[in-house]
């Protein structure tokens, strides 16, 4: 079945750290890929999202290039803020329709 | 758009208790999804609707839980008996088209004490 393979965190930054979260899949066929963030306290918001090969998806100085050869879709940031301290959530919709989050990486950005 | 709403934002419960959770989701779309987030197994996809119609509840953790969607603008999370393992943030999200995501709403934090 459909799967979304995470970078384990917590990842702790500074202010103005370049960020990386890697996130690879399986799946069959051709997915949509997504990356979503969980503020405290808050619902998933949707970040970002690429849906076909070599689409880059971006918002909020947040970057990811949906990459078939090597099933990835990897979010950067090249200067991240202390707002931006969050969940992360990779995230892929298959042949199923049903949206496939991998674990999450919490994100501390320290000032 | 007022987004997918749920309701209550936090309910406490004793055990043995029924507990009904909420969810709006966005006019126009067409499938409802029910999460449940925790910090053991993260995030679970209890059940499904499209077009009103439950498609896979094979998440659903046993016959203590329980989901309708009685018309396109509402549905319910039904659990009885709570126990206190049912303790977890429960996310409602609807969507129009899959492939371009879902939207969430804010969650209901359920404490069964």
């Known amino acids: 079945g459909d799967s979304v393979t995470q970078m384990e965190g917590p990842v702790t930054l500074s202010e103005e750290a370049f960020l990386t979260i890697n996130c690879t899949y399986t799946?069959?066929?051709?997915?949509?890929l997504f990356w979503y963030v969980q503020y405290p306290g808050e619902g998933l918001q949707l970040l970002l999202k690429a849906t076909k090969a070599d689409d880059k998806g971006s918002n909020k100085g947040f970057e990811a290039t949906y990459r078939k050869e090597t099933t990835s879709f990897h979010l950067e940031k090249g200067s991240v803020q202390v707002s931006d301290s969050a969940v992360y959530f990779c995230?892929?919709?298959?042949?199923?329709?049903?949206?496939?989050f991998g674990s999450g990486t919490q994100l501390t950005v320290l000032p | 758009d007022a987004g997918v709403i749920q309701s209550p934002r936090h309910e406490v419960t004793e055990m043995g208790q029924e507990v009904t959770l909420r969810c709006k989701p966005i006019?126009?779309?067409?499938?409802l999804f029910w999460y449940r987030q925790t910090m053991m197994r993260g995030l679970e996809l209890l059940i499904y609707?499209?077009?009103?119609?439950?498609?896979?509840d094979s998440g659903m953790p046993e016959d203590r839980f329980s989901a309708k969607m009685p018309n396109a603008s509402f549905s319910t999370l039904k659990i009885q008996p709570s126990e206190p393992r049912d303790s977890a943030v429960y996310f409602c999200?609807?969507?129009?088209?899959?492939?371009?995501?879902?939207?969430f709403g804010s969650g209901t934090r359920l404490t069964v004490v």
């Open positions: 006019s126009g779309h067409n499938s």
């Open positions: 609707f499209n077009n009103n119609v439950p498609i896979d």
């Open positions: 999200a609807s969507s129009n088209r899959g492939d371009y995501g879902y939207t």
């Open positions: 799946a069959t066929g051709y997915p949509s």
């Open positions: 995230a892929l919709t298959g042949s199923a329709r049903q949206l496939t």
